[in-house]
Nanobody
Framework: QVQLVESGGGLVQAGGSLRLSCAAS????????MGWFRQAPGKEREFVAA????????NYADSVKGRFTISRDNAKNTVYLQMNSLKPEDTAVYYC?????????????????WGQGTQVTVSS
């Protein structure tokens, strides 16, 4: 079992930047692939980015490639999502996810653990 707590959300103008953090506790962080998802009002939750346990490989949704960067610090049990050039369509609740299988990074398996989410609002 792993517990995930997101932080760093807020209100930002279009073109601005935010960095989300997700702190993990409960089990050895380095044993988990980590990911970020988001859900906008009236829409289904969608994949944003994922990173393998060692940080050696990442995966991004096409909509955020070149603008968002996922990274992790295994010593701090934390995964980050750096979001640049934000657009109003990036407005959503952002969720952190974890799973012991690296298959989740490529979308080949479901994620096991989820945080409560943090709101990101981008104004035009």
């Amino acid at each position: 079992q792993v517990q995930l707590v997101e932080s760093g959300g807020g209100l930002v103008q279009a073109g601005g930047s935010l960095r989300l953090s997700c702190a993990a506790s409960g089990r050895t962080f380095s044993l988990y692939a980590m990911g970020w998802f988001r859900q906008a009002p009236g829409k289904e939750r969608e994949f944003v980015a994922a990173i393998r346990r060692s940080g050696s490989s990442t995966n991004y949704a096409d909509s955020v490639k070149g603008r968002f960067t996922i990274s992790r610090d295994n010593a701090k049990n934390t995964v980050y999502l750096q979001m640049n050039s934000l657009k109003p369509e990036d407005t959503a609740v952002y969720y952190c996810a974890a799973d012991p299988s690296s298959a989740v990074v490529a979308g080949r398996a479901p994620w096991s653990y989820w945080g409560q989410g943090t709101q990101v609002t981008v104004s035009s």
